[in-house]
């Protein structure tokens, strides 16, 4: 089993829809988490890191659940320009220095 | 502002050949690692460094070999290139531990025939 974990997808959905991913990950001892944006052959970006209490960041909404060992991320209002694949990445209280991806889940919006 | 460099961005490699992909940031980062990424696999870490002169390896570190001997270049040797190595290399940088963002350089695309 990987270590995190995410639905490939792609999710395509329309302009305007609010669009939910989630990302599992299987070590309890993970203790940082975030979100990057990776477009089409290009490097991935930061979009947002996630707290134990949830940010927000315009229409973007990141949420941790520690319990059942899982993080998400919420898009409101979807843009076209929303189109990308999305990563998580966790690192390991025991091994900080080590960030670990997800194999990212692809977003297409459509007009 | 460069941030991470890599270069070359593109290289086609015979089998058994060797060579080095540069990485170079100008953000006095302590920390640099390099990722591969193949489809449906996400990024693997493979090797990673937390200061000058002190590496360890990360999930794939076979077949790969890096030093650190400054803060801004972290060059990653392909000892004997094989076709399992094809894949899109990316190196990252940061400060400190991985509390913050990870900067990634443009990528570098590999192929090994």
């Known amino acids: 089993r990987k270590e995190v974990e995410q639905d490939p997808g792609p999710f395509n959905v329309p302009e305007g829809a609010t669009v939910a991913f989630n990302c599992t990950y299987s070590n309890s001892a993970s203790q940082s988490f975030f979100w990057y944006r990776q477009d089409c052959r290009k490097e991935p970006k930061l979009l947002m890191s996630v707290y134990s209490s949830g940010n927000e960041d315009g229409r973007f909404t990141a949420q941790l659940n520690r319990a059942s060992q899982y993080i998400s991320l919420l898009i409101r209002d979807s843009k076209l320009s929303d189109s990308a694949t999305y990563l998580c990445?966790?690192?390991?209280?025991?091994?900080?220095?080590?960030?670990?991806f997800g194999s990212g889940t692809r977003l297409l919006v459509r007009p | 502002n460069a941030g991470v460099t890599q270069t070359p961005k593109f290289q086609v490699l015979k089998t058994g050949q060797s060579m080095t992909l540069q990485c170079a940031q100008d953000m006095n980062h302590e920390y640099m690692s390099w990722y591969r990424q193949d489809p449906g696999m996400g990024l693997r870490l493979i090797h990673y460094s937390v200061g000058a002169g002190i590496t360890d390896q990360g999930e794939v570190p076979n077949g790969y070999n890096v030093s650190r001997s400054t803060t801004e270049d972290f060059p990653l040797r392909l000892l004997s290139a094989a076709p399992s190595q094809t894949s899109v290399y990316f190196c990252?940088?940061?400060?400190?531990?991985?509390?913050?963002?990870?900067?990634f350089g443009e990528g570098s695309r590999l192929t090994v025939l």
């Open positions: 990252a940088s940061t400060t400190g531990t991985l509390t913050g963002e990870l900067f």
């Open positions: 990445a966790v690192s390991r209280m025991d091994s900080s220095y080590k960030l670990i």
